[in-house]
């Protein structure tokens, strides 16, 4: 079996976010007692970031952290910089230096989370999740049509068989259904509206043409 370690702190916080099968994922929840400020789709650009993701790839910082950002010891794990890599092996898998070394060389950290986004697309491409894109989903009021980014941050939930994703796609997209929700009763759904309409062809090597940001829900038209 595959294991992929997971990168966020969120993890450790709320081990119902991971993927219980894999005990994997890009785990980037919003930590909202750690007042990360995130970082510009300019700056990341400036460390590296390809122009055609670095929107999205801000989007993500806002909820984990800026580049010179450490978390707090939580069972014994601190996650370190703008994507928060953890040293329980997620680090150690993406980065062989020191932890003052990664957190002082924002091109590294975007190299790490380059190589790990794309780790995570493979995955959801293997297991059929990206059947998803294309497709109109609703949750609280607010619709969305399901996008790569979509599927990506998603992810943040794990991508791996038995995920929340996984089990949502399973489903035919019902946001009800058991399994698709974390810990805390946050859906992947809400992950999946809030991630619609970015570029993310850096990590997909194809742009779907998705431009559709979240719309407030109204009734449909005949």
């Known amino acids: 079996m595959n294991m992929s370690p997971s990168l966020s702190i969120l993890g450790w916080l709320r081990p119902g976010r991971r993927d219980v099968s894999a005990n994997a994922g890009l785990i980037l929840g919003f930590i909202a007692s750690l007042a990360f400020a995130g ?4 700056s990341l650009m400036a460390a ?21 950002s450490t ?5 014994g794990t601190r996650c370190y910089g703008a994507f928060q890599f953890c040293d329980s092996g997620t680090l150690q898998s993406y980065w062989s230096g020191s932890t003052a070394d990664f957190l002082a060389s924002p091109s590294a950290q975007v190299a790490a989370w380059d190589k790990y986004e794309n780790n995570e697309w ?4 293997r297991l059929g999740l990206t059947s998803a894109v ?3 989903i609703c949750y609280n009021g607010t619709c969305a049509v399901i996008s790569q980014s979509s599927i990506l941050k998603a ?36 992950y999946l509206i809030s ?14 043409g998705v431009d559709c940001l979240p719309v407030e829900a109204g009734p449909k038209s005949e």
């Open 48 to 68: 590296g970031m390809p122009a055609d993701c670095a929107e999205y790839a801000a989007n993500v910082t806002q909820s984990e952290g800026s580049f010179t």
């Open 134 to 136: 294309g497709q109109q």
């Open 71 to 75: 978390s707090p010891a939580v069972n």
């Open 195 to 208: 991630g619609a309409g970015y570029n993310v062809s850096c990590i997909t090597n194809a742009n779907d």
């Open 122 to 125: 493979v995955q959801a491409n």
């Open 39 to 42: 970082e510009s789709a300019v």
């Open 155 to 190: 992810c943040q939930f794990g991508c791996g068989k038995g995920g929340k994703l996984y089990n949502l796609v399973q489903s035919g997209l019902d946001c009800s259904a058991p399994g698709t929700r974390d810990g805390a009763g946050t859906s992947v759904c809400s």
